[in-house]
């Protein structure tokens, strides 16, 4: 629709803004219609207050931080790839989506394997336990082994 009326840069700019509100408003419509009544009302205070937000920040620290490191990267090889041909740039943008594919690969391994374990220990199952650290070895060996034969 970009090329077709001739929207250039502005209308790649503004089709992304749209999508964003349109996903931002579909995930609020879902949480009205899908979550129990009870849970609905909250305290917009309780949950903005510094001890709680406190709290998440010391539980996600390490997330945290593998984001400002995949950020920097980011930053970092699209300023120096652009100062490259067209199809340096073209390439890059090839590389960014392998890079992304397999981030979010490996954090979809890193949050399963952090619930189950979390079940594992919480319930005292150390069979269920090594079990979950087990298969997690294994996916971290073979993945990356598929990924790089792809």
Same mark, same amino acid.
């Given at each position: 629709?970009?090329?077709?009326?001739?929207?250039?840069?502005?209308?790649?700019?503004?089709?992304?803004?749209?999508?964003?509100? #349109?996903?931002?408003? =579909?995930?609020?419509?879902? +949480?009205?219609?899908?979550?129990?009544?009870?849970?609905? *009302?909250?305290?917009? *205070?309780?949950?903005?207050?510094?001890?709680?937000? *406190?709290?998440?920040?010391?539980?996600?620290?390490?997330?945290?931080?593998?984001?400002?490191?995949?950020?920097?990267?980011?930053?970092?090889? +699209?300023? /120096?790839?652009?100062?490259?041909?067209?199809?340096? =740039?073209?390439?890059?943008?090839? =590389?960014?989506? /392998?890079?992304?594919?397999?981030?979010? =690969?490996?954090?979809?391994?890193?949050?399963?394997?952090?619930?189950?374990?979390?079940?594992?220990?919480?319930?005292?199952?150390?069979?269920?336990?090594?079990? #979950?650290?087990?298969?997690?070895?294994?996916?971290?060996? +073979?993945?990356?082994?598929?990924?790089?034969? +792809?």
């Amino acid at each position: 629709m970009v090329w077709c009326f001739h929207f250039d840069i502005q209308g790649v700019a503004f089709a992304t803004l749209g999508a964003q509100v #349109i996903c931002m408003l =579909l995930g609020v419509w879902f +949480i009205g219609r899908y979550l129990p009544q009870s849970q609905q *009302k909250t305290d917009l *205070k309780s949950i903005l207050s510094w001890q709680s937000l *406190k709290g998440v920040i010391l539980v996600n620290t390490n997330l945290m931080i593998r984001t400002i490191c995949l950020l920097v990267v980011t930053n970092h090889f +699209i300023s /120096i790839g652009s100062s490259f041909s067209t199809n340096v =740039l073209a390439a890059n943008a090839v =590389l960014f989506q /392998i890079h992304y594919l397999m981030a979010y =690969l490996f954090d979809g391994f890193a949050n399963e394997s952090s619930v189950f374990n979390g079940k594992a220990k919480g319930t005292k199952n150390m069979v269920l336990y090594n079990q #979950i650290l087990r298969c997690s070895l294994q996916a971290c060996v +073979i993945c990356p082994v598929l990924l790089i034969a +792809i």
